[in-house]
């Protein structure tokens, strides 16, 4: 289908969709759309927890790809929903989600997919494909995160050196005794209270922080955090919170150390330079270590990428569409 190198496709529909029962009490929501004999897809959503956008099925070619997307336990809609209190998290972890793709993936038939995502997005995919390597075609990647504790103490501590009221703010959304210490999993805690007033002061002072953090960056419509409806914005920040105070249950590291084994999987990463949320470090970090992936950095661009990122992404998924 022909469009211009930065234009995404036309928006299309999906010609199936389901409900997979992943055990636990839990159902997630899948579709398909683009070409049924294309070469399979799966697009991986960020958050954790922000659900998947019919916009992203829009980098694909519908007439070369068979296009999956799915939304993550507790989100999107999937059930049951993480803006439930009653909803177990215990039962929504990296070690989950990488069993639910695997599920997917045989429900549906696919020997080998392409995979896309970024941010959040980028952590689950390549923890999956490092567990399940000969599954995976291709990977794309805009603004890589491997949710490091060190990047996710980057995100709520750090970066606040650029943004101290904000921050200010942001600690101040916890009691005193715990503004000095692991701010994320005072937040988590705050989470699970049975006062919905808590639940939901703390899923503001969260996204007014998020939403600072990309404040630098170019955007139309909402803001993206607290723009959100208001039970996806709290399913949002209650999965965020419970996967990053226990760092995604990963070892420190791990995703780049392990990054050998994705060898023969040709891999695109694109990051931007001004990435506040994700510095490019990591991006860096994991070119270094995974042999077939290749890096380009945006200038002028950040976390949301821009017309460069789109138009990176696109080659990218045109390239792989041949092959």
């Given at each position: 289908m022909?469009?211009?190198?930065d234009?995404?496709?036309?928006?299309?529909?999906?010609?199936?969709?389901g409900?997979?029962?992943v055990?636990?009490?839990?159902?997630?929501h899948?579709?398909?759309?683009g070409n049924?004999?294309?070469?399979?897809a799966?697009?991986?959503?960020?958050?954790?927890?922000s659900g998947?956008?019919?916009h992203?099925r829009?980098?694909f070619?519908?007439?070369?790809y068979?296009?999956?997307?799915?939304?993550?336990?507790?989100?999107?809609?999937?059930?049951p929903?993480a803006?439930?209190?009653a909803?177990?998290?215990?039962?929504?972890?990296?070690?989950?989600?990488?069993?639910?793709?695997?599920?997917?993936?045989?429900?549906?038939?696919?020997?080998?997919?392409?995979l896309?995502?970024?941010s959040w997005?980028?952590?689950?995919?390549?923890?999956?494909?490092?567990?399940?390597?000969e599954?995976v075609?291709?990977?794309?990647i805009?603004?890589?995160?491997?949710t490091?504790?060190?990047?996710i103490?980057?995100?709520?501590?750090?970066?606040?050196?650029?943004?101290?009221?904000?921050?200010?703010?942001?600690r101040?959304?916890v009691?005193?005794?715990?503004?000095d210490?692991?701010l994320v999993a005072?937040y988590?805690?705050?989470m699970?209270?049975?006062?919905?007033?808590?639940?939901?002061k703390?899923?503001?002072?969260?996204?007014?922080?998020?939403?600072?953090?990309?404040?630098?960056?170019?955007?139309?419509?909402?803001?993206?955090y607290s723009?959100?409806p208001?039970?996806?914005?709290?399913?949002?920040?209650?999965?965020?919170?419970?996967?990053f105070?226990?760092?995604?249950w990963?070892?420190?590291?791990q995703?780049?150390r392990?990054?050998?084994?994705?060898?023969?999987?040709p891999?695109?990463?694109?990051?931007?330079?001004?990435?506040?949320g994700?510095?490019?470090?990591t991006?860096?970090?994991l070119?270094?270590?995974?042999?077939?992936a290749?890096l380009t950095?945006?200038d002028?661009a950040?976390?949301l990428g821009?017309?460069?990122?789109?138009?990176?992404?696109l080659?990218?998924?045109?390239r792989?569409?041949?092959?």
């Amino acid at each position: 289908m022909d469009r211009e190198p930065d234009e995404k496709y036309p928006p299309i529909e999906p010609y199936e969709q389901g409900m997979l029962d992943v055990g636990d009490g839990n159902l997630v929501h899948w579709e398909v759309c683009g070409n049924p004999d294309g070469k399979p897809a799966l697009v991986v959503h960020g958050g954790p927890g922000s659900g998947c956008g019919a916009h992203t099925r829009q980098y694909f070619d519908p007439d070369r790809y068979r296009v999956v997307l799915f939304d993550q336990r507790g989100c999107g809609r999937s059930t049951p929903h993480a803006s439930d209190p009653a909803a177990d998290m215990g039962h929504n972890t990296t070690a989950h989600l990488i069993a639910d793709m695997e599920r997917l993936r045989v429900r549906l038939g696919i020997e080998k997919w392409l995979l896309y995502g970024g941010s959040w997005g980028s952590t689950l995919i390549l923890a999956y494909a490092e567990e399940h390597p000969e599954r995976v075609s291709e990977i794309v990647i805009p603004a890589v995160t491997t949710t490091r504790r060190s990047e996710i103490d980057w995100l709520y501590r750090g970066v606040g050196k650029i943004f101290p009221e904000a921050w200010d703010l942001f600690r101040a959304g916890v009691p005193e005794a715990a503004r000095d210490g692991d701010l994320v999993a005072a937040y988590a805690r705050r989470m699970e209270s049975p006062d919905a007033a808590v639940r939901a002061k703390a899923t503001a002072d969260w996204c007014a922080w998020e939403d600072a953090v990309l404040s630098q960056e170019t955007y139309s419509g909402p803001p993206p955090y607290s723009g959100r409806p208001g039970s996806a914005r709290q399913a949002l920040v209650r999965i965020c919170s419970h996967y990053f105070s226990h760092g995604a249950w990963l070892e420190e590291g791990q995703l780049i150390r392990n990054a050998g084994r994705l060898a023969g999987i040709p891999g695109v990463l694109v990051h931007g330079r001004f990435d506040l949320g994700g510095p490019l470090i990591t991006a860096w970090e994991l070119a270094k270590a995974w042999p077939d992936a290749e890096l380009t950095v945006i200038d002028g661009a950040g976390h949301l990428g821009g017309p460069a990122t789109t138009r990176a992404v696109l080659e990218a998924l045109d390239r792989f569409a041949a092959q």
